[in-house]
């Protein structure tokens, strides 16, 4: 009998095969289309899951048909593109295979335009696991080619390669591939740490919630039972403001990458995968709906209707011009009108003048911020927006207009018989006018100059002057009554 000794291939004639979701780039394409696809066209999305009944490679299909991945600004795993550099440089072949569809397949490589050939889910084949082994012995032969993946839907195709380059595992997924596979190469392995979830939930824009006590202040009613009424409504509103942003984070992801700043967020890195802000969402929106059924139904009713309005600026309003900013003015009122719906105390005329106002001009602020950032060479709409950066003057002027009808308000209503009833000294409540005129004044200008946080309440919360302004106003508050 003769023996035959196995050749080795050498390294220049080894083709490398690249992996796409969780290798390639930090994301899942399929799971990023779906999200884009349900925001843009709701109905269409799940009249699509039907087509699971014939197989994954038929919905992945479904899906291509409407959505494809935004190849400029999805993020690239740099590790995997400096391989497949070397990979090039020394002269080898580099083919990229995955289980997404061949048109998100193509669009990708077409992006990183160093691939050789694409390998990928068609004609009712799902190219993952031993699919995509067999696939890649037809074409290359067993041990013939090196395989960089990152899950363990993978171990098939490392079984037939030559090399096993794993990019994106965790640390406890590379322990089973090191177990069951020879040659493993490691060279950058994923762990989620708790800080990006922290993150995700946006906790410092919990602050904006704290207007649920607004009410209680306003009627000088602070009781225990209304502040541990308050504290409830705080925290139902503080997680259900974080699903949204959850939400909105999640639509966005093609906008936020365009962005200097929002591209660095968890989702829009990749930091996060979408399967697990999926879940988040659902634990933390549990959470409010949980505090919420401790309070009034009106409370539920008000939070409800904040969702709602919350998802149709996300997907829809947020796109429109002016109402985007009338919507997001609404959104910081309605936290108003949850803390009245929790504790039962009316809110007068006076405060949902004042309130509407102040908070439009900081919705204003808001979007004349984005439009700042924008370079002065954009002539078109700004990208997911319906502003153009010529339109900056008169937002500008808005911005001025609706913080001084706010002080109009106040003004009248320290001169009205209604401020009799709770003030011992109402003509003390002038000081807080000055303030006002003041801190509206000094934003406005830090607007114009580009100096603005893009979330003015973050920006009041971090800035030392609004502090102390704020700190005034306070005392003149406390001083009055």
């Known amino acids: ?40 066209k709701p109905l269409p999305a799940l009249h699509t899951l039907l087509k699971l009944r014939h197989g994954r490679s038929a919905f992945k299909s479904a899906v291509a048909d409407h959505v494809l991945p935004d190849a400029e600004t999805v993020p690239v795993n740099e590790a995997v593109l400096e391989v497949i550099k070397g990979a090039k440089n020394s002269g080898r ?42 696939r890649l012995v037809k074409e290359f032969g067993a041990n013939r080619f090196d395989y960089v993946g990152n899950d363990a839907a993978d171990i098939p195709v490392w079984q037939v390669a030559r090399k096993a380059l794993v990019c994106g595992a965790t640390q406890r997924a590379m322990k089973q591939f090191t177990g069951e596979l020879p040659n493993v190469v ?58 949204i942003y959850l939400i909105n984070d999640m639509i966005d992801l093609p906008h936020d990458r365009t962005h200097p700043k929002k591209r660095h967020r968890v989702l ?35 939070l409800i209707t904040y969702f709602g309005l919350s998802i149709s ?68 709409n700004i990208r997911g927006r319906a502003y153009r950066r010529s339109d900056l003057q008169t937002m500008t002027a808005l911005t001025a207009a609706a913080g001084f009808v706010a002080v109009l308000v106040l003004a009248l209503y320290i ?25 509206l004044g000094r934003i406005c200008l830090l607007v114009g100059r580009g100096e603005m946080d893009e979330d003015p309440v973050v920006f009041a919360a971090t800035d030392r002057i609004s502090l102390l302004a704020g700190t005034v106003i306070v005392a003149v508050f406390l001083v009055a009554l």
């Not at 392995?189 to 919990?206: F, G, N, S, V």
């Not at 929790?342 to 004042?354: D, K, Y």
């Not at 401020?419 to 006002?436: K, N, Q």
């Open 268 to 302: 829009a890195a990749g930091v996060m995968p979408l399967s697990h802000a999926a879940v988040l969402l659902a634990i933390i929106a549990s959470l409010s709906a949980a505090a919420a059924l401790m309070l009034p139904w009106a409370f539920l009713a008000v």
């Open 186 to 243: 490691d060279f950058g392995t994923r762990e989620y740490a708790l800080k990006p979830y922290l993150l995700a939930l946006r906790p410092h824009q919990w602050l904006k919630n704290a207007l649920v006590a607004l009410p209680v202040i306003a009627a000088h009613n602070f009781s225990a039972p209304e502040i541990i009424t308050v504290m409830l409504a705080l925290i139902s509103f503080s997680f259900g403001a974080s699903s």
């Open 313 to 380: 600026y996300s997907v829809y309003l947020k796109r429109k011009l002016m109402i985007d900013v009338v919507a997001l003015a609404m959104l910081y009122g309605i936290r108003v009108l949850a803390g009245a719906a929790a504790t039962a105390i009316p809110l007068s005329h006076w405060l949902v003048g004042f309130c509407f106002f102040i908070f439009l001009c900081l919705a204003l602020v808001k979007r004349t911020t984005e439009m700042i950032a924008v370079s002065p060479e954009v002539t078109s």
């Open 415 to 439: 001169n009205s018989p209604d401020v009799l009833a709770l003030y011992r000294r109402p003509e003390l409540l002038w000081g807080i006018c000055i303030v006002l005129v003041y801190w």
């Open 93 to 134: 072949k580099v083919y990229l295979a995955t289980a997404a569809d061949r048109r998100f397949a193509e669009t990708i490589s077409a992006a990183i335009g160093m691939f050789d050939g694409v390998f990928a889910s068609e004609g009712g084949t799902n190219l993952k696991g031993k699919e995509k082994a067999d």
């Open 1 to 40: 009998m003769v023996m035959h000794q196995r050749i080795e291939p050498v390294a220049e004639d080894v083709p490398l095969v690249v992996d796409l979701d969780g290798t390639l780039i930090k994301v899942d394409s399929l799971h990023e289309a779906l999200v884009q696809f349900a925001s843009r």
